[in-house]
């Protein structure tokens, strides 16, 4: 357990839709940080937010959004699905520091 | 931006048997870290090396981090059927911009 939890762990939606997808870091880590990983892919990094400020974006679509609050909590909102945004969606947080990144058990979504 | 070269990219192995991946950068990381995959599970930390030169053990899994910073290996020892998987390794940069950098991983299969 590598204590990021990601809620919820499966999501279905329909094309059009919007989500919203939940990441509590590990205690004490300031940093959060979303990646997509689609069928056979890699790990492809979309935001990043330390302490409730946007530190750094990747391959983050306009339809995508995220945000950090004072609880240091993350929110990842997909808006305008299509049906590639199915995918994997995988929180990670860190120290102050960055180096050594510790991932949720992500959020399987599928859009139908 | 950064690429990472994983190979292979694939591999079957006895069990029993010895296995060595690795990474190559065109840049250089400050931070080299190995995960490991679970179809449908998040990345979970095998090993994290911070130090050029840098060679770590956790249990049968050796980590090094190369003398140029430009790359890294991983073997694994005497195989086993939960050594099934894919692994990833990746680099963090420096400067203010840390974001890891994924290889594309390494689906280990291990054969009775």
């Known amino acids: 357990d590598s204590g990021v939890t990601q809620t919820p762990k499966h999501l279905i939606t329909a094309t059009g839709q919007r989500v919203t997808l939940r990441c509590s870091p590990r205690?004490?880590?300031?940093?959060v940080y979303w990646y997509q990983q689609s069928l056979d892919q890699g790990l492809q990094f979309l935001i990043q937010y330390y302490n409730g400020e946007e530190r750094a974006k990747g391959n983050i679509l306009e339809r995508f959004s995220a945000q950090q609050f004072p609880d240091l909590h993350s929110e990842l909102n997909l808006s305008s699905l299509e049906l590639g945004d199915s995918a994997l969606y995988f929180c990670?947080?860190?120290?102050?520091?960055?180096?050594?990144?510790?991932f949720g058990p992500g959020t399987r979504l599928l859009v139908l | 931006g950064q690429q990472l070269n994983q190979s292979p990219q694939s591999m079957f192995i006895q069990e029993g048997e010895d296995v060595s991946m690795n990474c190559t950068s065109s840049s250089i990381f400050n931070t080299w870290l190995w995960y490991k995959q679970d179809p449908g599970e998040g990345p979970v930390l095998l090993i994290a090396?911070?130090?050029?030169?840098e060679l770590t053990s956790n249990g049968r899994l050796t980590a090094q981090f190369g003398i140029t910073r430009k790359d890294s290996f991983l073997n694994i020892s005497a195989s086993i059927p939960s050594d099934v998987g894919i692994y990833f390794c990746a680099g963090l940069p420096s400067g203010s911009a840390r974001q890891l950098t994924f290889g594309s991983g390494t689906q280990l299969t291990v054969l009775p």
């Open positions: 990670a947080s860190s120290g102050a520091g960055g180096e050594t990144q510790y």
């Open positions: 205690s004490g880590d300031l940093s």
């Open positions: 090396l911070y130090k050029a030169g």
